[in-house]
């Protein structure tokens, strides 16, 4: 499994290809966002900040999973690779958690009168912000501890991820000015029309693309750090000896 996300660092193919795609599903986005959509009869043209809003949150959520999942391989696997996916994949998540709390305050400002509100989802999800700063924090601390705080950031990581459920949840567990869940709806409820649910469907596999390209990304340069560390450490190491 190491070798396989190694392996993915690494993948030429995937280095060439992936842009374009994410160029190209991008391009679909836009589109669909600001001229496909049909206009929302309520909201106006405010809602399609929408298509922008509940991808962001998808994909922070997809980041803050990989990580979750990397810091339990580090701490059973003692392996550097998944510290690096598990940090790069929380930064990606903090980007993507920041842009969708700021496309709900420019969502909710012209909806609620108010640029932000202590409402239960938009308090967990900064609460969600919060926890994986401190995850990072804690990866940057000093070096010469690096496998104590990383093992830390790794019980951070899988902590932290334990708030996305009540983020889910929150507008059905508590009062709350946030919309109900509409896309995935139960029938007897209000759902998001077909024409809207296509336009969510390609926004959010453009920004899970970009999501992942930037992951990628992200892990590579982390790796080139550490080898480069390794690489430095090691002559120095051979130089004391002479």
Not at 111 to 123: P, S
Request: hydrophobic content about 55%; glycine content about 4%; aromatic content about 14%.
């Amino acid at each position: 499994m190491e070798k396989f996300f190694t392996n993915i660092v690494n993948n030429k193919v995937i280095e060439r290809i992936l842009p374009f795609l994410n160029l190209f599903m991008i391009i679909l986005f836009l589109l669909g966002a600001f001229i496909i959509a049909p206009t929302e009869v309520v909201e106006g043209e405010v809602q399609r900040i929408f298509y922008f809003h509940l991808p962001t949150a998808l994909a922070s959520y997809f980041c803050f999973g990989l990580t979750f999942l990397f810091s339990i391989l580090y701490l059973w696997k003692k392996k550097t690779i998944y510290n690096h996916w598990g940090k790069a994949s929380a930064l990606i998540g903090v980007f993507f958690t920041i842009i969708c709390l700021w496309s709900g305050m420019a969502w909710g400002k012209p909806i609620w009168g108010v640029w932000w509100t202590w409402d239960a989802r938009l308090t967990s999800t900064l609460i969600l912000l919060l926890l994986y700063i401190g995850y990072l924090l804690v990866q940057s601390l000093d070096n010469s501890s690096e496998g104590r705080t990383n093992r830390i950031a790794a019980f951070i990581g899988i902590i932290a991820f334990m708030d996305i459920p009540i983020i889910n949840m929150s507008v059905r567990w508590w009062r709350t000015l946030h919309p109900q869940p509409i896309v995935l709806a139960p029938i007897s409820e209000d759902r998001l029309p077909i024409e809207m649910l296509v336009v969510l469907l390609i926004s959010t596999i453009a920004i899970l693309l970009l999501a992942i390209w930037l992951i990628i990304i992200k892990v590579r340069i982390l790796k080139n750090e550490h080898d480069i560390k390794q690489i430095l450490s090691q002559s120095f190491n051979k130089g004391e000896k002479y």
